[in-house]
C-alpha cells in the first residue's frame, strides 16, 4: 500500500537518475524499516526536525539504493500533535524544514541535491498529514482499486480540500489516485485483499526552486 507505494516509486525514480528523498512521518517507521535503517540508528528523526530541534539534513541518511536518502521516523511522532499544537506555525514545520534544505543547496554535498522528496504518512489525517499537505505541491492517494472505494477516494479528496483551505491555507495542487490491488499471500483460493485507502505526497523540490528563481 501506502509504504510500498514510496519505497517502490522512490527507487523507480532513483534509478532513472533523479536525487531523492524520502521522508517518514508515520510513527510506525515502517518507510524507515523498508529502507534497512534499524531504530537504533535512528539518532536523529523526522520528530526531532518538526520540534525545531535538528535541521532536516541532520536527519537524512543513505540508504542501500543509490540516489535514495531517507529522514527516518520514530515512535516519538506519536506526542508530537499535543508538544506543537500550541504554536501557531505547527502546520508548517515540515514546510519551513524543506525550504531550509533547499536555500541550503550549494552548500551541501551532492548526494543531498535531491530532485524529488517523498514524504509517507500515516493512515490518518492528522496534524503530520496537514504539514505533509501544506509543505508539498503533489499529492498521489494510494487506494483499493474497487468499485466502493470510489467513494472514499472522493471523501479523502474533499478533506484534503478542507484541511489545504483551513489548516494550511494552501491550494490543494494537483493530485492523482493510485489503484492497489494485493493479493493475500496466505489465503489459498486466492480472495482479494482490502487495502487501507492511505495517503502519500510528493513534492517537487526543482519546482520550488525554479519558482523562486523566476520570482
Same mark, same amino acid.
Given at each position: 500500500?501506502?509504504?510500498?507505494?514510496?519505497?517502490?516509486?522512490?527507487?523507480?525514480?532513483?534509478?532513472?537518475?533523479?536525487?531523492?528523498?524520502?521522508?517518514?512521518?508515520?510513527?510506525?517507521?515502517?518507510?524507515?524499516? /523498508? *529502507?534497512?535503517?534499524?531504530?537504533?540508528?535512528?539518532?536523529?528523526?523526522? !520528530?526531532? %526536525?518538526?520540534?525545531?530541534? +535538528? $535541521?532536516?539534513?541532520?536527519?537524512?541518511?543513505?540508504?542501500?539504493?543509490?540516489? *535514495?536518502?531517507?529522514?527516518? =521516523?520514530?515512535?516519538?511522532?506519536? /506526542?508530537?500533535?499535543? +508538544?506543537?499544537?500550541? @504554536?501557531?506555525?505547527?502546520? !508548517?514545520?515540515?514546510?519551513?524544514?524543506?525550504?531550509?534544505?533547499?536555500? +541550503?543547496?550549494?552548500?551541501? $554535498?551532492?548526494?543531498?541535491?535531491?530532485? !524529488?522528496? *517523498?514524504?509517507?504518512?500515516?493512515? =490518518? &489525517?492528522?496534524?503530520?498529514?496537514?504539514?505533509? &499537505?501544506?509543505?508539498?505541491?503533489?499529492?498521489?492517494?494510494?487506494?483499493?482499486?474497487?468499485?466502493?472505494? !470510489?467513494?472514499?477516494?472522493?471523501? *479523502?479528496?474533499?478533506?484534503?480540500?478542507?484541511? #489545504?483551505? #483551513?489548516?494550511?491555507?494552501? $491550494?490543494?495542487?494537483? @493530485?492523482?489516485?493510485? /489503484?492497489?490491488?494485493?493479493?493475500?499471500?496466505?489465503?489459498?483460493?486466492?480472495?482479494?485483499?482490502?487495502? %487501507? %485507502?492511505?495517503?502519500?505526497?510528493?513534492?517537487?523540490? @526543482?519546482? @520550488?526552486?525554479?519558482?523562486?528563481?523566476?520570482?
Amino acid at each position: 500500500g501506502k509504504t510500498t507505494t514510496a519505497i517502490n516509486l522512490g527507487t523507480a525514480l532513483a534509478a532513472i537518475g533523479e536525487r531523492v528523498l524520502i521522508v517518514d512521518l508515520d510513527p510506525q517507521g515502517n518507510a524507515s524499516t /523498508g *529502507l534497512g535503517v534499524e531504530r537504533r540508528n535512528r539518532k536523529i528523526s523526522t !520528530y526531532e %526536525v518538526l520540534m525545531g530541534d +535538528e $535541521p532536516l539534513k541532520a536527519a537524512i541518511q543513505d540508504t542501500s539504493v543509490p540516489r *535514495l536518502s531517507l529522514a527516518p =521516523s520514530t515512535l516519538d511522532l506519536l /506526542g508530537i500533535e499535543l +508538544e506543537i499544537a500550541a @504554536h501557531a506555525d505547527r502546520t !508548517y514545520r515540515l514546510k519551513k524544514a524543506i525550504q531550509s534544505l533547499a536555500e +541550503e543547496r550549494e552548500t551541501l $554535498p551532492e548526494a543531498m541535491h535531491f530532485t !524529488y522528496v *517523498l514524504v509517507d504518512c500515516p493512515p =490518518s &489525517l492528522n496534524l503530520l498529514t496537514i504539514n505533509a &499537505l501544506a509543505a508539498c505541491d503533489k499529492r498521489l492517494l494510494a487506494a483499493d482499486a474497487r468499485h466502493f472505494s !470510489y467513494a472514499i477516494e472522493l471523501r *479523502l479528496t474533499h478533506q484534503w480540500r478542507q484541511c #489545504c483551505r #483551513c489548516s494550511c491555507r494552501a $491550494p490543494l495542487g494537483s @493530485h492523482g489516485t493510485l /489503484g492497489v490491488v494485493r493479493r493475500d499471500a496466505v489465503n489459498p483460493v486466492g480472495v482479494w485483499k482490502k487495502t %487501507v %485507502v492511505v495517503q502519500l505526497i510528493m513534492h517537487e523540490q @526543482h519546482d @520550488h526552486q525554479e519558482a523562486d528563481e523566476a520570482n
